[in-house]
């Protein structure tokens, strides 16, 4: 809020994503609110808050329509109105071949090494097409004048910068891809590999959550269009525009008001045993995520597998709870990935399960974050062990939902977080033998050395939260601003 006043005085923030920050769905004679399981909404969400901008979104909640105003607006949070959220409608077609098609069964896949095949249809691009060209008269009609900072967010909005570029010139838009960008010889199987590019191009700054992925960007540049890199100023010029690309951790809000509010770890401990009637001495390991093949749900079944068979004595001693989020569930993938991940937990529990004693538990249902940080608090050990992830914010709530300092996190390598989480127990998510070596050690782990562990983690997440993310783009904009005011003035 600071830099805004301070740096861009009067400029007005819109911020664009696919999924919207609140959903109003019908249930029974009434309507429901939900929060998604997103972590780019958990991210946004404050700072929208923050700024008090208005935000762009899909209105896919069954009761969405009969929320909004004249203007398709709604005033968000409810009972705290600070934002407005204005929804975008799309017909089944425009939703199935832009968010299933092009971006969900084509550029997700092509962007994480999961080793999924990435599907591209022609009618799932013009469909993108045509719904980044809706979003973007959304944007022109939503701007109060002619220099509003756009912040658009993920892989559903490639082309969305160029179409604000070209309608409000002076607009600065700030780009966030919050998945992995991949190497330029796999981005090549796309077949509108230059269009993405040049529609992202229209950006003034786009920020990924590592220099890792930056660098593949610029590789991607390089190889497919006519452009001039200047790598030591991190900067493309391409059709008379520069864009900055730049790595840009994304974190979390501390949950300072959240855990004041929650009870403490061990009446945590108590509820969440109670809720999943788990039996009083085993130790909690927990997953929480959407069900998606990238989070590597099915490679921790094989890790406690193996746990089971190189370390008997965890039989009967060990429950492990994995919170899946349904997401995505029409697509073939998902369905398959769905079943797949049910068959494996059942086997789990007929072979090492016994009177009373599960030792896999998947929930598939949505939790809010109340529910979620509860479990966090409950959990002996936190696995995040996603094959491929741009940063995973589950590890940094699950640090952060640790106010005892106890607990150990199991972290993929393969996470950007693990960039930054340097006491995690880091993992690769394909070597069950390592990961069950990694169980053995979190589950034998001090309490001394757990608090070790845990609290240069959350001290790193305090103080780089969502805010320093969000402040570092801003400052990096308003530098822009300021450089093409003066080269303006100067002529
Ligand atoms: C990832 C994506 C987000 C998306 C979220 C949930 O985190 O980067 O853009 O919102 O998954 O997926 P969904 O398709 O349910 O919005």
Redesign the pocket.
Known sequence: RKILADDLPDAQVIVV???EPYIHNIKGNGVELLV??????SALEPITRACSGTWIAYGGGTADRLMVDENDRVQVPPGNPSYALRRVWLTEEEHQGY?LGF??EGL?PLCHIAFTRPVFRASDWEAYEAVNRKFADTVVAEARNERPIVLV????FALLPRMIRERLPEAIVITFW??PWPNSEVYSICPWRERILEGLLGSSIIGFHTQFHANNFTESVDRFLESRIERADAAISYGGQTTLVHAYPISIEWPAELLAKLPDVDQCRGRVRDRFELPADVKLCVGVE?L?YTKGILDRFHALDELFTRHPEWIGKLVFLQIA?P??GTLPAYRQLHDECHRYAEELNQRFGSEGYKPVIMVAEHHSQEQVYEIYRAADIGMVTSLHD?MN?VAKEFVAARDDEQGVLLLSTFAGASRELLEALIVNPYDAAMMSEALQQALIMSPDEQRERMRPMREMVRNNNVYRWAGSMLLDAARLRKRGDLDRVTG
């Open positions: 994503s696919n999924r998604p399981a997103s972590g780019l909404v968010y971006a969900n997700w967010q993920d892989y559903h919050h998945i959407r998606d989020a997401s995505r741009g914010l």
